[in-house]
Nanobody, 123 residues
Framework: HVQLVESGGGSVQAGGSLRLSCAVSGDTDRRYYMAWFRQNPGKEREGVAYIASNGVTEYASSVKGRFTVSKVSAPMTLYLEMNNLKPEDSAMYYC??????????????????WGRGTQVTVS
């Protein structure tokens, strides 16, 4: 099991940047597939960026070219660099993880571990 804690959210103007962090603790010696999701009230949770245990990344089309997902191993931390932010990027952002069995994990139902979220507001 792992525990995930997000930080770095806040309020910015359109065109601005933020970097989200997700600190991972617990059983970090395993191969994890990790992702950032976002959600607004009354809407489904949307996958934004994904990173496999081997470092391969994928992005939702709405953020490709503006967002960058990365990770470091020690201490294990997931990042989301967000540039050229738009009002439609406003949401609660969640870090998620699951064991990487070399599959494709694009929906929230694939993930077993979640953080509590950090709010991003773009005006």
């Amino acid at each position: 099991h792992v525990q995930l804690v997000e930080s770095g959210g806040g309020s910015v103007q359109a065109g601005g940047s933020l970097r989200l962090s997700c600190a991972v603790s617990g059983d970090t010696d395993r191969r994890y597939y990790m992702a950032w999701f976002r959600q607004n009230p009354g809407k489904e949770r949307e996958g934004v960026a994904y990173i496999a245990s081997n470092g391969v990344t994928e992005y939702a089309s709405s953020v490709k070219g503006r967002f960058t997902v990365s990770k470091v191993s020690a201490p294990m931390t997931l990042y989301l660099e967000m540039n050229n932010l738009k009002p439609e990027d406003s949401a609660m952002y969640y870090c998620a993880a699951r064991i990487d069995n070399d599959g494709y994990y694009y929906t929230e139902f694939h993930y077993h571990y979640w953080g509590r979220g950090t709010q991003v507001t773009v005006s």
